[in-house]
């Protein structure tokens, strides 16, 4: 069975600050994908990652996937309220259904 | 192009009962996933639909079951209902089957039972 494993579970940061979560597997996915979910609504792609190595840039988000294609992580610089919300992981291989990790609740107080 | 819609967005039902919730997918999309999500548990995969057939299931009792129509919307069943079915429920659409295209989730079906 492919578990993903997100680290921290819950996270809250003062405005302006920096921070990382962690996204972690003992498997080997063809490709990692992140998503914001906010209340009331269904998670929401940010990115996807596919190239072990590979690192994207959102904004202020930045996206790397290890080089064994097992673990992935989502830097954000400056955090600002409109970054409050559930981020999660989801490792994906070929046809296989979407493995997702437990979320990290992530609030940015003004 | 319009979204996922899941229709009912708020559902209260009784233990024993059964439930049956809907999803439209966006157009054109053949896949349909379902999700179960709990603050304790996280996103659960309940089951994939792919061109009416159940291709991928998750590790569900048989009291949850889905099926895909020809124009691809879904629907998933609960039957006999349990305190611990509360959930969100969400359904999810891509273009092809797996996890490899980006999934595209619908608002969800909060389903509470007493």
């Known amino acids: 069975t492919q578990l993903l494993e997100q680290s921290p579970q819950f996270l809250s940061i003062q405005e302006g600050e920096n921070l990382t979560v962690y996204c972690n597997s003992s498997?080997?996915?063809?490709?990692l994908q992140w998503y914001r979910q906010e209340p009331g609504e269904g998670p929401v792609l940010l990115v996807t990652?596919?190239?072990?190595?590979e690192v994207k840039k959102l904004k202020r988000l930045t996206f790397q996937f290890g080089d064994a294609r097992k673990d992935s992580s989502l830097h954000i610089t400056a955090a600002q309220p409109g970054d409050t919300g559930l981020y999660l992981c989801?490792?994906?291989?070929?046809?296989?259904?979407?493995?997702f990790g437990q979320g990290t609740r992530l609030t940015i107080n003004p | 192009k319009a979204g996922v819609t899941q229709t009912p967005r708020y559902l209260i039902k009784t233990r024993g009962q059964q439930v049956t919730l809907s999803c439209s997918p966006i157009?054109?999309?053949?896949?349909v996933s379902w999700y179960q999500q709990t603050p304790g548990q996280g996103l659960q995969f309940l089951f994939e639909?792919?061109?009416?057939?159940?291709?991928n299931k998750g590790n569900f009792p048989g009291r949850f079951s889905g099926r895909q129509f020809s124009n691809s919307r879904s629907e998933m069943n609960v039957s006999t209902l349990e305190l611990g079915d509360s959930a969100l429920y969400l359904c999810?659409?891509?273009?092809?089957?797996?996890?490899?295209?980006?999934?595209?989730f619908g608002p969800g079906t909060r389903l509470t039972v007493l």
């Open positions: 157009s054109g999309h053949r896949s």
């Open positions: 639909y792919f061109s009416e057939t159940q291709r």
């Open positions: 990652v596919v190239t072990g190595g």
């Open positions: 989801a490792g994906a291989s070929g046809a296989q259904k979407l493995v």
């Open positions: 999810a659409s891509s273009p092809t089957l797996g996890g490899t295209d980006t999934q595209y």
């Open positions: 498997s080997v996915f063809s490709s």
